[in-house]
């Protein structure tokens, strides 16, 4: 019994335009030549033209898709591993894991960036070295996504059951973990993998504290372009919006193929 | 188990044991320590250490609530953050309500465009603002033609326009949160309450709210911490005209003028505490109505 009301039809109407229309107007106006009336009143391709002429703006997208990968992958790697020791060994240590875990909910952004440089900025060992800040402190960012997949998917998969299945037919604890649960936990997984890469992606804050001179990714230079014409700067946030499309469209299909492909246990993101 | 038994087989495990066991702790340990642990240390100490020289002192603190600047940083990132939180929620709550209403091809899209455009913050989301709203904006330019006065004369570089920007990135990631609170309430309590000729609203208020309590906090809490660190957006948009607090604390780390680390850690915790005691008390809450459940 789902009635309709047209309060909440309205509702959805309203913040469906409020959140579509910037979007659209950003989209159409990378295409216009002139736009200072009501309608434009021409378009062209110029300013893309222009843009993908311009070597910095490309390698500035492959550093930033190369900085987003990496720390998700670092982050993934280093979590599952300690959950391997939590789950085989030792259940007692998973409330720790899960509140270093938590904790950058709190201290995110532009906290933690002023709390790593305040520590490290003069530091000779490589500790100092902004690069490898940065690196870490998005792996810290990446943890409570990342936490939240990989134990919801791990108790999806009734790993304990596996382990022993696995460890009769003569493997060990370790080769039956990596051989055998990991493999059943990557489509899992690859939700959080895709928002964490989503959300680097779009960083800017911490990577103008950290490293703005040294690692120009495409949010910088988006951010470099504030003198340039509209239609250039729609142009660069249109192609921004299209990677990270690419990015959430992925995150749905990964959902939609597991839906249709298993009843194994819904995967709820609850916050906190 | 007996009791000595117990001990015995702790005393067994042996140290090469230990390390096959644990081993696989090391480098998340390391990490949260050297990225999470000390940082965090660390800015405590900075705050409460001289600007030049040893020994502990208040005056950094003292600084931040002092100077006219701070304090107006302050101020704006509260009524900003308060607002766009409060507002945020009530608003978050009737499109939830109404999507979770929809059937469920309907719902499945929506709850895509909702993904797609939590993922549209930062810079892209300032600029696409400047497009639409900026002082030669899209919409100034139609509101001028046409003569709608709220249209022409909206002035995107306030923090009444910040405020109404904030909302966008508020709205997705908040819906997206509190969706699936709504399974929660079951349709025989709305039944029951029909037969009761008790109005929807009345229901609502009465028994839908302070069930789903919990979960709107929660997402409150998100929304909040979400507002107050906001850097990207506002950085762009009103640089230092309308000051705020990331935006300062930044500055005594990386701005044009000298940075001043201790000043920086100082406005930092300020600004982790304001978090803080908006989730404690929040917790709070939450914690009086799960009693009332029992």
């Known amino acids: 019994m789902k009635k309709r009301h047209p309060v909440g039809i309205l509702a959805l109407t309203l913040c469906g335009i409020y959140l579509i229309l910037p979007l659209l107007v950003t989209v159409v106006y990378s295409f216009t030549g002139d736009w200072s009336s009501i309608l434009p009143r021409s378009f062209t391709l110029r300013y893309y033209a222009d843009l993908f002429q311009n070597p910095q703006f490309w390698s500035s997208v492959l550093r930033s898709v190369i900085i987003s990968i990496i720390p998700v992958i670092i982050t993934c790697v280093f979590v599952i591993l300690a959950l391997y020791t939590t789950v085989i060994y030792n259940p007692k240590l998973e409330k720790y894991i899960e509140v270093a875990c938590t904790i950058p909910y709190t201290i995110n952004g532009i906290i933690l960036a002023t709390s790593v440089l305040g520590a490290y900025s003069a530091s000779q060992t490589i500790l100092g070295n902004r690069l490898f800040m940065l690196v870490c402190i998005y792996c810290i960012g990446c943890l409570p996504v990342t936490f939240r997949g990989i134990r919801n998917n791990m108790y999806a998969v009734n790993i304990r059951q596996l382990i022993e299945a696995a460890e009769i037919l003569g493997a060990s604890k370790i080769i039956a973990f990596f051989k055998v649960v990991v493999p059943c936990m990557v489509s899992g997984i690859m939700v959080s993998v895709l928002m964490c890469m989503a959300a680097l992606f779009g960083d800017f804050a911490i990577i103008r504290m950290i490293a703005s001179t040294q690692y120009m990714t495409a949010q910088s230079f988006l951010y470099e372009s504030r003198n340039s014409p509209v239609q250039l700067t729609s142009a660069i946030v249109t192609v921004l919006f299209l990677v990270t499309l690419i990015i959430t469209l992925s995150v749905l299909f990964v959902q939609m193929r597991d839906k249709t492909k298993s009843t194994a246990l819904p995967v709820t993101e609850e916050e906190e | ?294």
């Open chain 2, 1 to 294: 188990m007996s009791d000595t038994a117990k001990r015995t087989s702790k005393i067994k495990i042996s140290p090469k044991e230990i390390i096959t066991q644990y081993w696989t702790l090391l480098p998340f340990l390391l990490l949260v320590i050297m990225f999470e642990m000390v940082p965090l240390f660390s800015m405590i100490t900075h705050s409460v250490s001289k600007n030049r020289g040893s020994g502990l002192t208040l005056e950094n603190f003292q600084e931040v609530f002092s100077r006219p600047i701070y304090q107006t940083a302050i101020r704006n990132s509260l009524s900003l953050t308060i607002f766009s939180s409060v507002l945020g929620i009530f608003l978050v709550f009737i499109t939830s309500m109404a999507l979770y209403r929809t059937q469920n091809k309907f719902k499945s899209v929506y709850m895509s465009m909702l993904t797609l455009t939590s993922n549209f913050t930062g810079i892209p989301l300032a600029y696409s603002f400047i497009t639409i709203l900026g002082y030669t904006g899209v919409f100034v330019q139609i509101g001028k033609q046409i003569g709608l006065d709220l249209l022409a004369n909206f002035d995107l570089y306030t923090i009444a326009g910040l405020g109404f920007l904030y909302i966008y990135f508020q709205l997705p990631m908040g819906t997206l949160l509190l969706l699936p609170a709504f399974e929660g309430i079951h349709k025989e309590w709305q039944e029951s309450a029909e037969l009761m000729s008790a109005s929807p609203f009345q229901f609502w208020i009465k028994v839908g709210v302070p069930v789903m309590m919990p979960s709107i906090l929660g997402t409150f809490t998100m929304l909040f911490a979400n507002a107050l660190t906001a850097y990207a957006t506002p950085y762009l948009l009103t640089g230092a005209s309308v000051p705020i607090l990331p935006i300062k604390v930044a500055d005594l780390f990386v701005g044009d003028l000298r940075s001043r680390p201790e000043l920086g850690s100082a406005l930092s915790l300020v600004l982790l505490a304001t978090m803080l005691i908006v989730i404690v008390l929040s917790n709070l809450v939450k914690r009086a109505f799960m009693k009332g459940e029992k």
